[in-house]
């Protein structure tokens, strides 16, 4: 079985440009999470969907992040304009079911942001 | 709220037993065990559900007290390849139901 597919593994970027990554998860899997981790931290949650709705979005700075995911299946997430605290890692997870599930986590990408 | 693990850090020699402790404010409905090695995906390892039920790897083995809201993850004749840092992710109910929120991390090394 297929695992998490994310791209790009790593992007560099400068500050107050836009930056897109991209998430395919494990086929039948219809619960999708969008995480960043900031080293030496634990996973923060940013945006968690159902299919393609929106299950919880409160942690996503929405006046600068973004996401979708179009026909229930990849999703993207948007950074624009990006500041030097996105610096981290991105990790998208998907799982069977919504709730009490285990996830499973892609290779994530790393974003450096100049 | 984020749970608190502790301890912050671990050292073993190989086949030596270590507990790695999950405690968390609010009501739980499950607790789940993550290990990420540097540079790599965090692994699902086990998750506790409320009302007993398990799922996981053979071996490793976890407890959750479901009145203390904690969890304790148990590493038994540890072996190299154990090394990393260990998260615990813990999922309320309610509108908490779904997400998980993960502690600090608690990182293992184990030497030869």
């Known amino acids: 079985e297929a695992g998490v597919a994310q791209s790009p593994r790593y992007k560099i970027i400068e500050k107050r440009q836009s930056v897109a990554f991209w998430c395919n998860p494990i086929?039948?899997?219809?619960?999708l999470y969008w995480y960043q981790q900031i080293l030496g931290q634990g996973p923060k949650l940013l945006i968690q969907?159902?299919?393609?709705?929106?299950?919880?979005d409160s942690q996503l700075p929405k006046d600068r992040f973004s996401a979708e995911r179009l026909k229930g299946v990849d999703s993207t997430l948007k950074i624009q304009p990006a500041k030097l605290e996105d610096s981290a890692v991105y990790l998208c997870?998907?799982?069977?079911?919504?709730?009490?599930?285990?996830?499973?986590f892609g290779p994530g990408t790393r974003l450096t942001v100049t | 709220q984020q749970p608190v693990q502790s301890p912050q850090a671990v050292i073993l020699r190989e086949g030596e037993d270590a507990v790695i402790n999950c405690s968390s404010s609010?009501?739980?409905?499950?607790v789940h065990w993550y290990r990420q090695k540097h540079g790599e995906a965090p692994v699902f390892l086990m998750i506790?559900?409320?009302?007993?039920e398990q799922k996981g790897h053979d071996k490793i083995s976890a407890s959750f007290n479901e009145k203390k809201q904690q969890s304790s993850l148990y590493l038994t004749a540890s072996q190299l390849s154990y090394s990393g840092t260990y998260f615990c992710?813990?999922?309320?109910?309610?509108?908490?139901?779904?997400?998980?929120?993960f502690g600090q991390g608690t990182i293992l090394t184990v030497h030869p």
């Open positions: 506790l559900l409320k009302g007993g």
């Open positions: 997870a998907s799982s069977l079911v919504w709730g009490g599930d285990e996830q499973y």
């Open positions: 992710g813990t999922e309320g109910g309610g509108t908490s139901y779904g997400k998980l929120t």
């Open positions: 609010k009501a739980l409905y499950s």
């Open positions: 969907f159902q299919n393609n709705g929106v299950v919880d």
């Open positions: 086929s039948g899997h219809a619960t």
